[in-house]
């Protein structure tokens, strides 16, 4: 067998398998980089959202010391608000911000079942969240 002979010879992909292959991985890729890309976006939500929740969490651990220490009625199942100024009164208020440091508004609403916090800012908003004086 002459060396002109094997190089005559096909032994491998010609340009349409290449084509074809490459066609394959090119749409492998985009949809990698797709699915890559929602991860990433509902990470970071769920990372935005942790921080909102870590926020409401504090309001209401701070309204929670105001009922303990300082309300003296008994809770009932009405609904009693208690505003950020009445937690001022008591040293208890904290400073609502949101991520790109812009201030929010909140709240705690708290009867016998329970205490729940809201607060409201640019890009998140407690369900249930009323517009209230704070």
Known sequence: ?????????????GIKEMLVLSGILVLFLIIAIYYIYTLYSDFDKELG??????MEEDLKSRASIYLDDYYENELTSKDIVISRN????????????DKNGNLCSGYVV???????????????VTSGYEKRSD
């Open 49 to 54: 959202n942790n921080y909102y929740v870590s």
């Open 86 to 97: 009445v937690l001022k009164m008591y040293d208890l208020d904290m400073t609502l911000k």
């Open 1 to 13: 067998m002459s060396t002109r002979h094997y190089m005559l010879n096909k032994h491998g992909w």
């Open 110 to 124: 708290a009867n016998k079942d329970g205490i729940k916090a809201y607060i409201s800012c640019e890009e998140y």
